[in-house]
């Protein structure tokens, strides 16, 4: 009776391990993945990031994984010459977005360098980079968060034969970056 009561013990434990949602990744940090509306425009270092391309929406939340395609990142680094808070959000194997803002970050409008990976159907890919303006809506160096919005960007989408046009309207941003110094 003892071996079969301990029997069922272990199965019912092991049950129960399988049947949590395990996770490789952070607990404490969200998980990545796409989001299927506009994330709430939010200032708490949420790791959202959302904006239309040719009017679809691309928008992703969470914390790069490394077994994720979905990934909100950011991260404010200081080099010799200048100092730049990185902002990446990758919305599986078809955009992929990173904005950079150099040296002095204030609320309001800022000079930003956006970079655009694009890829469909699975054909060779294209990129693109513009400079244009973003709004800094939160800059907060003690919790390191850094939220924001950006409209009417036209960025020209090179690929191996022929360029297209990508209109980026409607993105915000909400990150909790890390910094390097």
């Known amino acids: 009776m003892k071996q079969s009561t301990k029997l069922i013990g272990i199965i019912l434990l092991i049950l129960n391990i399988y049947s949590c949602d395990i996770h490789w990744y952070d607990p404490d940090k969200p998980k990545p993945g796409y989001l299927n509306q506009m994330p709430k425009e939010t200032s708490i270092g949420a790791n959202t990031f959302g904006y239309y391309i040719n009017g679809k929406l691309i928008a992703a939340q969470g914390y790069y994984q490394e077994e994720e395609s979905f990934f909100v990142n950011g991260d404010w680094h200081k080099f010799s010459e200048y100092t730049r808070m990185s902002l990446q959000a990758s919305s599986g194997k078809h955009y992929y977005m990173m904005m950079q803002i150099y040296d002095t970050i204030r609320l309001g409008i800022n000079d930003c360098f956006f970079h655009i990976e694009y890829n469909t159907s699975g054909l060779p890919g294209g990129s693109g980079n513009i400079k244009a303006l973003v709004d800094i809506t939160k800059f907060d160096t003690i919790e390191h968060i850094i939220s924001g919005r950006f409209n ?26 890390e910094k390097d110094f």
């Open 152 to 177: 009417d960007i036209t960025i020209p989408i090179e690929f191996i034969d022929s360029i297209s046009i990508a209109y980026i309207t409607n993105g915000q941003f909400d990150v909790k970056y």
